[in-house]
């Protein structure tokens, strides 16, 4: 069975705004400066793991693990929830069957 792996890579829809007044234009160039660094990171860690797409998938996922680990942040699964509830409802499932 092979692993499915998601890299969010969503452009906010305000970057292709077609509006010219002052605030849509000002937010458009803080979008561009965001993707410019975005890409920037993302070109290192390639680079950095000699662009081989197995061990960026690598890269990635042992820096999901770290920040999992800190608790600092919350991960969603699929079908929308986050790491917390999910891990609840196997707890009280295991608890359920015994």
Known sequence: MSM?????TTIPSFY???RTDAESVETKQMADEVIREVRRIRHEI?????HDVHKVVACYRAFQDELKRSGEYRFSQPGGE???????????GNRAGT
Request: with cysteine; proline share 0%; aromatic share 4%.
């Open 4 to 8: 499915r792996v998601y890299i969010e």
């Open 16 to 18: 292709h705004t077609l």
């Open 46 to 50: 390639s680079r950095r793991c000699d």
């Open 82 to 92: 986050s790491d917390d509830a999910a891990t609840s409802e196997s707890d009280s």
